[in-house]
């Protein structure tokens, strides 16, 4: 019998992975034992690999923390029960039939669906909510939006506490007041007020589009706060993009940059955070050299 010889692989892929493998070292090693926080769509489905690239993150060293949403779920089990949703300045109007049915399906549902599947991918991870050891504290953000809070404090707690015994965190947008009264909180908000006390290294907000674009629809592959405010203020940041920007703007307190991403691109967290080109838009304090 003839024995098969195995084709080596072709020279040029053997340089194109070294050259790879020598451009995301430096970045490797800039992030290690840094904390990134990573904001991904309440679907699964909807998120290609930023749950893979996630789990590597993990595994190389680097400490994710995943705030989920989960927006479009709420409004197909609102469609369900005959409710009809409303959004107000980009924000869902929440009674309290709509905050029952947003903690069920994102405490509920969306958590423990993502915590499934990186867990199924290798990671360790673990579902919390920004009630669980009073995580998230706020207060109400305008009453035209019903029980809606803007956060108030946040207590990383339970958050270092996991992560210190070797857990991916994954955290559902909720919150209560002093009192004890469980607010809707957007997810956006909550990951920019998490990476803002952590500190983070970077904040990266997963949406479905490929960036943030200006009236001509062209992708803005770099903001600063002056130009994320003169932005709104055109009306050329509308919509669900507002929350994303301005948790982004709040975060960089502290945060060094943010970015908001396409999590329809393939590894598109790894590029961003391991290459010299990035994707998506990047919003920082000041213009970048």
Same mark, same amino acid.
Request: charged residues 20%; glycine residues 14%.
């Given at each position: 019998?003839?024995?098969?010889?195995?084709?080596? &692989?072709?020279?040029?892929?053997?340089?194109?992975?070294?050259?790879?493998?020598?451009? &995301?070292?430096?970045?490797?090693?800039?992030?290690?034992?840094?904390?990134?926080?990573?904001?991904?769509?309440?679907?699964?489905?909807?998120?290609?690999?930023?749950?893979?690239?996630?789990?590597?993150?993990?595994?190389?060293?680097?400490?994710?923390?995943?705030?989920?949403?989960?927006?479009?779920?709420?409004?197909?089990?609102?469609?369900?029960?005959?409710?009809?949703?409303?959004?107000?300045?980009?924000?869902?109007?929440?009674?309290?039939?709509?905050?029952?049915?947003?903690?069920?399906?994102?405490?509920?549902?969306?958590?423990?669906?993502?915590?499934?599947?990186?867990?199924?991918?290798?990671?360790?991870?673990?579902?919390?909510?920004?009630?669980?050891?009073?995580?998230?504290?706020?207060?109400?953000?305008?009453?035209?939006?019903?029980?809606?809070?803007?956060v108030t404090e946040v207590d990383l707690g339970p958050v270092k506490a996991l992560m210190d015994a070797g857990y991916l965190v994954v955290v559902a947008p909720s919150a209560t007041d002093g009192e004890g009264q469980p607010l809707n909180v957007n997810a956006d908000s909550i990951a920019g007020d998490i990476a803002r006390a952590f500190g983070a290294e970077k904040l990266v907000m997963f949406t479905d589009v490929d960036g943030v674009r200006d009236k001509s629809g062209n992708v803005l592959s770099a903001l600063t706060i002056e130009q994320v405010n003169a932005y709104i203020a055109s009306g050329e940041i509308s919509g669900g993009m507002i929350p994303k920007v301005e948790a982004c703007v709040r975060a960089l307190d502290t945060v060094p940059r943010a970015h908001i991403l396409d999590g329809r691109v393939p590894h598109a967290l790894l590029a961003e955070l391991f290459t010299d080109a990035g994707v998506g838009t990047m919003i920082t304090r000041e213009r970048v050299a």
């Open positions: 019998m003839a024995t098969e010889v195995a084709t080596p &692989a072709p020279a040029y892929d053997s340089l194109l992975m070294a050259a790879a493998i020598k451009e &995301a070292l430096p970045y490797i090693a800039r992030f290690v034992g840094k904390t990134v926080v990573v904001k991904i769509g309440g679907s699964i489905h909807g998120d290609g690999t930023a749950l893979e690239d996630i789990v590597t993150l993990a595994r190389l060293g680097v400490k994710p923390v995943v705030v989920h949403g989960g927006g479009p779920m709420i409004s197909e089990w609102q469609g369900r029960m005959g409710l009809e949703p409303k959004f107000v300045d980009g924000r869902r109007y929440t009674d309290e039939m709509t905050l029952d049915l947003a903690r069920m399906v994102l405490i509920g549902k969306a958590n423990s669906d993502l915590v499934a599947h990186l867990v199924s991918l290798g990671g360790r991870a673990v579902g919390l909510s920004g009630i669980d050891g009073g995580l998230i504290k706020a207060r109400l953000r305008d009453p035209k939006l019903g029980l809606v809070g803007e």
